[in-house]
């Protein structure tokens, strides 16, 4: 039994690498503005930060096309372009740690040992009594299935008796845990939530068939299903499944010097191009916002 769960780990963690190594042409032949520190913004960095020039993001593992993990502390993706950006208007420059799940992040800024989680991350008024949000995109929650989407799922109303893939610790896993009492409650069955600490062990359950479907942010979700050589497709497109308006950004902790600097730091790169050209490079243009700001989210998933 052990050399059997041996042998299937060896193959999902092949797999995963499989899905993350290859990157789209056209991100390959994108360039990139230099940036150069403009003095005011580096000043608005905390004077421990000034000193040492350092700031530490950490992330939960692969999100793409957003955060591609790549080693323990290095990064792809567009969230990789715009920190490399970001460090070069405030004068600094910011490494990448990787935890496990959210928590993960928001204990160890907590803790002190990281300064900021680039993300983006999911932005709700409950998350903002501990955290602020400097937020840059906007999202969806869709699902990833099979070709064809042999269980019919289309909509939160379809996940009763299924099995739905989350990330764990996120809004999704919030919002499907209630349509699985709202299940229950009018006489279904109940959705077999599972779990997962990272997007490409989610996705992988889905084409494993272990699981019926994965319901996340549709960003990464595309980007998984265009690397899918034709077995998955995207449903509930076009639709609220059970959220309102979703920002996303990066998380900091409360009132904090960082979370000025960051928002003007992203300011900059939107007022230059440089996030709309980073944004474009990804495939990310239908999530681009006019301009970035602080705890943009009014309201908590439905």
Known sequence: MMAKQLRQAAVLTAAIFSILSTSALAAENVVIPAQTMDPALHAKLPAEIQKSGIM????????????????????????????????????VKIEHASVSGLSGILSGMAAGRYQMGIGPIGDYPDRQAKNDFVDFVKEFVV????????????????????????????????????????????????????SYSDQPTSILAVRSNRSDAFFSSQAP??????????????????????????????????????????????????????????????????????????????????
């Open 56 to 91: 530490t993001s950490v992330n939960n593992g692969s999100f793409p096309p957003y955060e591609i993990v790549t080693g323990n502390n290095s990064l792809d993706g567009a969230s990789a372009d715009l920190s490399n950006a970001l460090a070069g208007v405030l004068g």
């Open 143 to 194: 699902f990833a299935v099979h070709k064809g989407n042999p269980q019919k799922i289309n909509s939160l109303d379809d996940t009763c008796g299924k099995r739905i893939a989350v990330m764990a610790g996120g809004s999704a896993e919030q919002v499907i845990r209630k349509q699985s009492d709202v299940c229950v409650k009018d006489g279904k069955p109940a959705v077999t939530v599972q």
């Open 221 to 302: 979700l595309t980007y998984f299903v265009e690397k899918a050589n034709g077995q998955l497709e995207l449903t509930g497109t076009g639709k609220a499944n059970g959220f309102g308006d979703i920002f996303q950004g990066t998380v900091v902790p409360k009132d904090s010097a960082v979370r000025d600097a960051i928002l003007a730091g992203y300011q900059k790169l939107f007022d230059n191009g440089t996030y709309a050209i980073i944004m474009k490079k990804w495939g990310l243009e239908d999530n681009m916002i006019a301009a970035p700001g602080i705890n943009l989210a009014k309201a908590q998933p439905q």
